[in-house]
């Protein structure tokens, strides 16, 4: 495999059902966080400028926009504007924007946000993507500004093992290796939350990470569409996978056997015998910068 273009590696695709599969993720995740902006994040200035980072379809500046004034400036960027929704379906304090976060920014925005946030880019970097984006991002910010990343860290827990296909979770076994092994030669990585912890507490001072936890103990409802969002998400880096491979990808023939897995899957599932564990990493850091003394 040659080099890598973050663009055409994005292990997702963008099409409108994974628009409307984002949509409901940030509705799981608000509702297991119960916040968007972590409460230790000051909203207090009418003249707020906030940016949204890896935006995606925009839809967490869309929510974030109806608990502010206003006034406050809201600005997404992404690799990609084709999930961006048309200007008109958005606030007017919203503005979305083409931007690499892997390259730098403008200079006109350097040093001009209070807060950044960014969400879910698992499957989208690479190893050395995460630490080049926190130094990019940090070049935004105004001194003493804050940055939020919230990173999931999707695991599959299996209480029947995996070795026989008489296990009542052998198709989720399959699917979690199949998962491991596509995103491990494409180096794109599945959870990154305690890495994060760790750059943060390099580059940034007065930091702060906190796990929420969702998994079997949470609302039976809570807990079914985490899996079902989960499986779609899934759904979504095999197709994307073989697009990428030509038709075929090592250990997947093509798509059919990939709907064979995941129809297996969703018996598996609701025989309620393995799901999804998410746990979210909510990393909040601070950009201080002391004030010098006066000679
Ligand atoms: C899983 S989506 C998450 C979107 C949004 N943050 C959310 O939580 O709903 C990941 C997003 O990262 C974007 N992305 C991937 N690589 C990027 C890069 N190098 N620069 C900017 N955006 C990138 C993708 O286009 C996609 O919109």
């Known amino acids: 495999m040659g080099s890598i273009n973050n663009e055409d590696f994005y292990l997702l695709q963008r099409g409108d059902f994974e628009s409307k599969r984002l949509n409901l993720q940030h509705f799981i995740w608000r509702s297991s966080l119960n916040f968007l902006l972590h409460p230790s994040i000051p909203l207090t200035s009418p003249s707020l400028r906030i940016a949204d980072l890896a935006t995606g379809s925009g839809f967490w500046l869309t929510d974030l926009a109806r608990t502010l004034p206003p006034t406050a400036y809201l600005h997404g960027y992404d690799i990609s504007t084709s999930q961006f929704p048309a200007q008109c379906l958005l606030p007017a304090n919203i503005t979305l924007q083409q931007q ?9 925005v350097l040093g001009s946000y209070d807060v950044l946030h960014l969400r879910a880019l698992s499957f989208a970097f690479g190893k050395n993507d995460w630490e080049r984006c926190l130094q990019n991002a940090i070049k935004l910010l105004k ?15 299996l209480p029947f093992g995996i070795s026989s296909p008489k296990s009542p979770t052998f198709h989720m076994a399959i699917v979690r290796a199949l998962l491991f092994s596509i995103s491990q030669k494409m180096d794109r990585q599945i959870s990154h939350g305690p890495t994060l912890t760790h750059l943060f507490s390099t580059y940034l001072q007065a930091t702060s990470s906190t796990i929420h936890r969702n998994d079997a103990n949470a609302s039976p409802l809570l807990l ?26 090592e250990g997947l023939g093509g798509e059919d056997e990939a709907e064979s897995l995941l129809a297996g899957i969703m018996v598996e599932m609701a025989g309620e015998k393995a799901w999804w564990t998410q746990e979210m990493y909510v990393v909040v850091g601070r950009n201080v910068v002391c004030a010098t003394p006066e000679a």
């Open 143 to 157: 001194p003493n500004g804050y940055i939020q990343w919230d990173e999931p860290q999707l695991s599959l827990t």
């Open 100 to 108: 690499d976060l892997l390259s730098p920014f403008p200079t006109s």
């Open 224 to 249: 079914q569409n985490i899996n079902e969002n989960a499986l779609a998400a899934v759904k979504g880096v095999f197709y994307r996978a073989l697009e990428i491979g030509g038709g075929t990808i």
